[in-house]
């Protein structure tokens, strides 16, 4: 069975710094690899994914994330936060059926002025 | 457009009521989704309609029925709900039910039920 896992509960960063939201996962064959935002009382955002080839992908609103196979390993990146990053992250991997998202138990990202 | 709408945003209901929640997309995806979201947590999958035929059935109680009328619309019917039904209700549709189609989402339907 696929899992996700992400370590964190919370993320606190400053706004211009840059920001790291871990994510692992655990899937038979080869990953399909999903990063969403939810902002509050909204539903999710796509954000970026990873199917195949390189390993840095770029998504929406300057983020982007990168593949590691060995580590197996899809954290999500941003060069310089802002204020309204502030939000929950979703990882997520889709399984060998190809109908079901296997999401991660979020990550709040706080973005401080 | 990537838009999924979601009717009523808001939906508080009584134990014995018979309610539905409805979702809808014009971007032509083939497979749509509900999904039953708690405070802070992932969502849960409910159920997986593709090509308009349900596919998966995440062993969802029967007070929750599902209806696929046609392409671009999805209904959730609700009969005999319980409290620790309360959540937000999410509808999502992705071009087709395969590995490496990304879902989106709508803004969901809180539901309370008292």
């Known amino acids: 069975a696929q899992s996700v896992a992400q370590p964190e509960d919370q993320v606190n960063v400053a706004e211009g710094n840059p920001l790291t939201v871990k994510c692992t996962y655990s899937?038979?064959?080869?990953?399909?690899l999903f990063w969403y935002v939810q902002y509050p009382n909204r539903g999710l955002q796509f954000l970026l994914k990873?199917?195949?080839?390189?390993?840095l992908v770029k998504g929406s609103y300057g983020f982007e994330a990168e593949f590691n196979k060995s580590q197996t390993s899809f954290h999500l990146k941003k060069p310089s936060a802002l204020v309204s990053d502030s939000a929950l992250y979703f990882c997520a991997v889709r399984d060998m059926r190809g109908s079901t998202l296997t999401f991660g138990k979020g990550t709040m990202l706080l973005v401080s002025p | 457009d990537t838009e999924v709408t979601q009717t009523p945003k808001h939906l508080v209901m009584g134990m014995t009521n018979k309610k539905s929640l409805k979702c809808e997309q014009h971007?032509?995806?083939?497979?749509m989704y509900w999904y039953k979201q708690k405070a802070k947590k992932p969502p849960e999958l409910m159920f997986v309609y593709s090509y308009e035929k349900l596919s998966i059935n995440e062993s969802v109680p029967s007070r929750f029925s599902p209806e696929c009328p046609n392409s671009s619309l999805l209904n959730l019917h609700l009969h005999a709900l319980q409290p620790e039904d309360s959540a937000l209700y999410l509808c999502a549709s992705s071009q087709e039910a395969s590995r490496s189609y990304e879902q989106y989402f709508g803004p969901g339907t809180r539901l309370t039920v008292t």
């Open positions: 971007m032509g995806h083939r497979a």
């Open positions: 899937v038979s064959g080869n990953p399909y």
């Open positions: 990873y199917i195949t080839g390189d390993n």
